[in-house]
């Protein structure tokens, strides 16, 4: 009985660390493609690749799978991955639409807030803030720091992932979280163009105090505001 305890204990070990090899890979491959190291069409060798981080194919494999669903990477029968091209203006604005209809409705869900998420959201207000600070004094340096910049973005989308998880309803959540890895495909052409830190900083603030307040409209009306704004501020730099 103890052998058959420890062997079950031995694979789930075993499958906790495939698990966590395959995200860092995951992550190293992300950093490459946001980075702007691989040009769009350039094809992505699974075993070029898994030299270069020391790893088997496998986990590389996984990690194009789940890249291939933030559209970050295409896959061709028989050809294997390629970069995507970043997304076009049309559709940014669509997926903006999209984002404004499922975070205003998610907000209004999660109203009233309880403490915990009250809670949740001003470690993530102040997390978001820290990394945008780290940003901003990069940018007035004149330094372009990749790896800076896609911390501050996670932050970001970790401080509307609270909101969601307070919403109340799975479905959206998925839906926000399948919405989310196409945010990835904005960000690639966002990185090196960081410049409404600040804004967003004050607007994560204001969404806080909405919903601390007992305003039961505020909430739902200050995140529309927020995510309007954002993609304001992304399409003029998109067109710029």
């Given at each position: 009985?103890?052998?058959?305890?420890?062997?079950?204990l031995?694979?789930l070990?075993?499958?906790i660390?495939?698990?966590?090899?395959r995200?860092?890979v995951?992550?190293?491959?992300?950093?490459?493609?946001?980075?702007?190291?691989?040009?769009?069409?350039?094809?992505?060798?699974?075993?070029?690749?898994?030299?270069?981080l020391?790893v088997?194919?496998?986990?590389?494999?996984?990690?194009?799978?789940?890249?291939?669903?933030t559209?970050l990477?295409?896959?061709?029968a028989l050809?294997?991955?390629?970069?995507a091209?970043?997304?076009?203006?049309?559709?940014?604005?669509?997926?903006?639409d999209?984002?404004?209809?499922l975070?205003a409705r998610?907000?209004?869900m999660?109203?009233?807030?309880?403490?915990?998420m009250?809670?949740?959201?001003?470690?993530?207000?102040?997390?978001?803030?820290?990394?945008?600070?780290?940003?901003?004094?990069?940018?007035?340096?004149g330094a372009?720091?990749?790896?800076l910049?896609?911390?501050?973005?996670?932050?970001?989308?970790?401080?509307?992932?609270v909101?969601?998880?307070?919403?109340?309803?799975?479905?959206?959540?998925?839906?926000?979280?399948t919405?989310?890895?196409?945010?990835h495909?904005?960000r690639?052409?966002?990185?090196?163009?960081?410049?409404?830190?600040?804004?967003a900083i004050?607007?994560?603030e204001a969404?806080?105090?909405?919903?601390?307040?007992?305003?039961?409209?505020?909430?739902?009306r200050l995140?529309?505001?927020?995510?309007?704004?954002?993609?304001?501020r992304?399409l003029?730099?998109?067109?710029?």
């Amino acid at each position: 009985m103890a052998t058959a305890r420890d062997g079950s204990l031995n694979g789930l070990d075993a499958t906790i660390e495939r698990r966590g090899l395959r995200d860092h890979v995951y992550e190293r491959i992300l950093r490459l493609l946001l980075s702007g190291e691989a040009a769009p069409g350039e094809r992505l060798s699974i075993d070029t690749i898994a030299r270069q981080l020391d790893v088997s194919p496998t986990p590389v494999r996984e990690a194009m799978v789940q890249l291939e669903r933030t559209g970050l990477v295409t896959r061709e029968a028989l050809k294997g991955y390629r970069v995507a091209p970043p997304l076009g203006l049309a559709q940014l604005r669509e997926l903006f639409d999209a984002r404004i209809m499922l975070e205003a409705r998610a907000a209004r869900m999660a109203t009233p807030a309880t403490p915990q998420m009250l809670e949740e959201l001003r470690v993530a207000e102040e997390a978001h803030r820290h990394m945008g600070e780290r940003v901003i004094t990069a940018l007035r340096a004149g330094a372009t720091d990749v790896e800076l910049t896609a911390a501050y973005f996670a932050a970001d989308a970790a401080f509307h992932r609270v909101v969601f998880a307070h919403c109340g309803n799975r479905y959206l959540t998925e839906m926000s979280e399948t919405l989310g890895a196409q945010l990835h495909r904005m960000r690639q052409s966002m990185l090196h163009g960081v410049t409404d830190v600040r804004e967003a900083i004050a607007e994560h603030e204001a969404i806080v105090d909405a919903f601390a307040s007992d305003d039961a409209d505020a909430p739902e009306r200050l995140m529309q505001h927020h995510v309007e704004q954002v993609r304001a501020r992304s399409l003029d730099l998109e067109q710029d």
